[in-house]
């Protein structure tokens, strides 16, 4: 499922009811995570995902250590510099253009008697990379259907 798909929702107190819910959706989560504020470190980019992937990040079942390494011990602040203020940005931006560029769901591959492709262009993998990237794919709980 992609991220933007209407189906990626999650359920929400309702408003008017105490006692009930609404499912909302979660790209305008996602989008308005990333837009909202700037983020200049890696504890800022952290703090963003895990507003939309509360369940997978704080739960501690992913970390973050080898991006703070790379951006804390490895980088100039010069480079940090670029990373944040140009670099993520861009990413971003990619990674919100997904429903532009992918209209509609990418078929699973499987092992199977019947010959299937996908075609995408490179600016489309680039988006789906900065998805990945972003940690903006919805995380499946089940590991059966995960295989």
């Given at each position: ?58 739960a ?55 010959e ?32």
């Amino acid at each position: 499922k992609l991220p933007c798909s209407p189906c990626n929702t999650y359920s929400a107190p309702s408003s008017t009811d105490e006692e009930s819910t609404i499912q909302v959706s979660r790209w305008y989560q996602i989008q308005t995570a990333l837009t909202c504020v700037p983020i200049e470190s890696i504890a800022d980019l952290k703090n963003v995902i895990c507003s939309y992937q509360p369940k997978r990040y704080q739960a501690n079942k992913v970390d973050f250590r080898g991006l703070e390494s790379l951006v804390d011990k490895k980088m100039s602040p010069e480079q940090k510099g670029r990373f944040f203020g140009s670099f993520l940005p861009r990413i971003i931006d990619l990674a919100l253009n997904l429903p532009v560029l992918i209209k509609k769901p990418i078929p699973l591959l499987t092992f199977s008697s019947t010959e299937r492709k996908v075609d995408l262009t490179q600016h489309q993998i680039a988006c789906l990379l900065a998805n990945a990237f972003l940690c903006t794919f919805p995380f499946d709980s089940n590991p059966l259907t995960r295989e």
